[in-house]
């Protein structure tokens, strides 16, 4: 007679179920039904293919170690000027003229994953359902041009930040909007999750501004759909956190469906940043473009980039790209861009490319009476400026350098 044993629990499953279970007493069937299957399945390991560079069961609730905080006030300011701060765990109307803000019952739909190397429970949804993320719906309605960025600020506890978005970009509306994400207390694991539809000739630029603390792990998804002729630009800047996966996963259903991604990964000792990314086209003549920069100083990075393109989805034209810049020994980086191709008249492209800075770059700053560091820096930035002017909005721009500039001046 044979006995299999049951799956042991490790003390990083055992914490997430413990911090999943606060509050329980008040908690609805949907989540006490997340929670079961939370501590069933456990979290995701390196056999799990679409976690194989994050092993979460491993990773999470790790001690910290190196990292700087970022400074709470500095957060505490809206990114961008003028902005309309959005409180998901209040959503109060804000009084905006094309814009509603209305709370929710909705809890994310874990049963079925976003992306299909997953298990067969999406991880990211499964932890927001289960820790109780407050839900939030927000609509801009047809026609209306939003003059003002949209930040969002999440639900925050001790034991961190939850949320779940349901956003609706109505018919030929267009908005900007920011997910702000800064630090809370140390060891905090927060789940955050946003589901984004554009309607026919809709245009939004999202983006995400994480900056959690040196012993914070960061889970946040965003998933996108397109209608006919609809533009998505994102813009993800990673400067913080301990363990940080942050997914995207769009789906052109409507022809003319344009999606563009930049973003700009910075990480140093201590830190494991992961982004995993899914572009589903399933209807024919639309376009993408995804290029992330990444700067290594030590802790690891991950990119995670696959195209796929659906039977019938002709005339695709999409590219991905994921470029670092190492610079440490003690840093290391894992690239796995992919192309899944049902269709036979498209133009699809991937790389990934991994180089140091160019001494004669160096030199001839040097030589021209520039110290070292600051040589280094320069030329740091002009890697990373590149993605960031393409969004070519000064307020936009200005305000993610100066993030970028405070990361680069940190005494190390």
């Known amino acids: 007679m044979s006995v299999v044993p049951l799956r042991r629990a490790t003390p990083a499953e055992d914490a997430v179920v413990a911090a999943a279970e606060i509050g329980l007493r008040d908690a609805d069937d949907a989540r006490r039904n997340a929670i ?108 209306t041009a939003l003059e003002r960025p949209v930040e969002l600020r999440s639900a925050t506890t ?66 996108v759909s397109l209608g006919k002729d609809a533009k998505f630009r994102m813009f993800v800047l ?45 209807a024919p003549h639309t376009t993408a473009t995804e290029v992330f920069r990444n700067v290594v100083l030590g802790g690891h990075g991950v990119f995670q980039g696959m195209i796929r393109v659906a039977k019938g989805a002709q005339k695709t034209d999409a590219k991905l790209a994921c470029n670092t810049l190492l610079l440490s020994d003690d840093g290391d980086f894992s690239a796995k861009p992919e192309l899944e191709i049902f269709a036979d008249d498209v133009l699809c492209g991937h790389g990934a490319t991994v180089s140091e800075i160019d001494g004669n770059h160096l030199f001839y700053l040097m030589s021209r009476g ?23 909005d000064e307020a936009i721009v200005a305000a993610l350098e100066a993030r970028i500039d405070a990361w680069l001046e940190r005494d190390r």
Not at 204 to 209: H, K, M, N, S, T
Not at 263 to 280: A, F, R, Y
Not at 371 to 392: G, N, S
Request: with cysteine; net charge negative; proline share 4%.
């Open 36 to 143: 079961a299957v939370l501590r069933r399945e456990g979290l995701p390991h390196r056999r799990v293919e679409a976690w194989h560079y994050t092993d979460l069961r491993a990773l999470a609730g790790r001690e910290p170690r190196g990292g700087a905080n970022i400074q709470v006030d500095d957060l505490l300011t809206p990114l961008l000027p003028n902005s309309i701060v959005v409180e998901l765990s209040q959503a109060s109307n804000p009084g905006v003229a094309g814009l509603r803000v209305e709370k929710s019952s909705e809890a994310p739909d874990w049963r079925r994953p976003v992306n299909h190397l997953d298990r067969e429970v999406d991880t990211v949804r499964l932890l927001a359902a289960a820790f109780g993320a407050p839900a939030a719906r927000i609509v801009v309605e047809a026609g």
């Open 158 to 223: 001790e034991h961190g930040e939850r949320s779940f978005v349901i956003c609706k970009i109505e018919a030929g509306a267009s908005a900007t909007i920011v997910e702000r994400l800064g630090t809370g207390s140390a060891q905090a694991l927060s789940a955050v999750v946003s589901n984004l539809v554009l309607g026919d000739g809709a245009e939004v630029l999202w983006i995400v501004d994480q900056a959690r603390g040196a012993g914070e792990t960061h889970l946040g998804q965003l998933n």
């Open 238 to 282: 990673n400067t913080g956190g301990a363990l940080v996966r942050q997914e995207v996963h769009t789906v052109t259903e409507g022809e003319g469906a344009e999606i563009t991604i930049r973003g700009v990964n910075l990480i140093e000792d201590g830190q494991h940043i992961d982004v995993t990314t899914t572009l589903n086209h399933v």
């Open 370 to 392: 520039i110290p070292k560091a600051q040589a280094r820096a320069l030329l740091v930035r002009a890697f990373v400026d590149e993605v960031v002017e393409e969004l070519e």
